[in-house]
């Protein structure tokens, strides 16, 4: 099986990968996840963290790499009953370690594309950089 998982900056585990399905347990996007038209997916890019491990959101990716339409019924049941253990297993016997990507930092953020002086919406270009601790939700 191809396992992969993404976590927060934190101990949290944001998604897991077992083959051609992904299941997401918090959902979180840039709170400017609109520029990008027709991106936006119910529930899944939220402007804020939402915890979903209670009941996690499902796509397949072999059908949908996209990641838009998420599974329900039969098939989210099959696809969470292959993802699942492998989640625990990884939850079991993880050991946390020293954080890596903790910090933030204004510069990598800016965000000022080609365009946004038109809609009237460019994000500010910091004048230096200002590495800091993340301030994370979790």
């Not at 953020?109 to 809609?119: D, L, M, Q, R, S």
């Amino acid at each position: 099986a191809v396992v992969s998982t993404q976590s927060t900056g934190g101990n949290e585990l944001f998604a897991a990968r077992v083959g051609r399905y992904k299941a997401h347990y918090w959902t979180w996007s840039h709170e400017h996840y609109e520029f990008c038209p027709g991106q936006r997916v119910t529930n899944l890019t939220t402007p804020h963290q939402v915890n979903r491990t209670l009941s996690p959101l499902v796509v397949d990716l072999e059908n949908d790499p996209g990641e838009k339409y998420l599974l329900s019924g039969g098939a989210r049941k099959k696809a969470l009953k292959l993802i699942q253990p492998w989640v625990d297993k990884h939850r079991a016997t993880l050991e946390p370690g020293e954080p890596s990507l903790n910090y933030c930092d204004n510069m990598v953020k800016n965000w000022a594309p080609p365009g946004c002086e038109e809609i009237d919406y460019c994000l500010p270009i910091p004048k230096k950089s200002n590495i800091h601790l993340c301030p994370w939700d979790h």
